[in-house]
């Protein structure tokens, strides 16, 4: 269950990472497009656990390694956002979010 307080910050934290991916998508992304689909605070607000959804999805691997290899830049332009709304800027973990995939297959089999 997460508090307002983690609720908050996730959704500051997503508005303002999908700005910067909108901004620098083509830099980092080589021309595809990442959606920030979710992303998760620990309860300390030390952790956030952010969730991507990139398309097309054929260099989904490289380019989640390029973002991971980026995140300590990510993390610092994040700060310069956000450093007047949260005391500490959280530490950022990729992930892919594999959920339209998911929906796809299962669209598929009811095929």
Known sequence: METTRQQK?????????????RGTGLDIGQ??????????????????RVYLSIFP???RELILKSIDSQ???????????IAKQVRHIPDLHFFMDDSLDYAERINELLK
């Open 9 to 21: 910050v996730s959704r500051l934290i997503q508005k303002e990472l999908a700005e910067y991916f």
């Open 71 to 81: 995140s300590k830049q990510i993390r610092f332009e994040l700060g310069r956002k």
């Open 31 to 48: 021309g595809t497009i990442i959606s920030v689909t979710v992303v998760r605070v620990s309860p300390d607000l030390s952790q956030a």
């Open 57 to 59: 999805p054929a260099q």
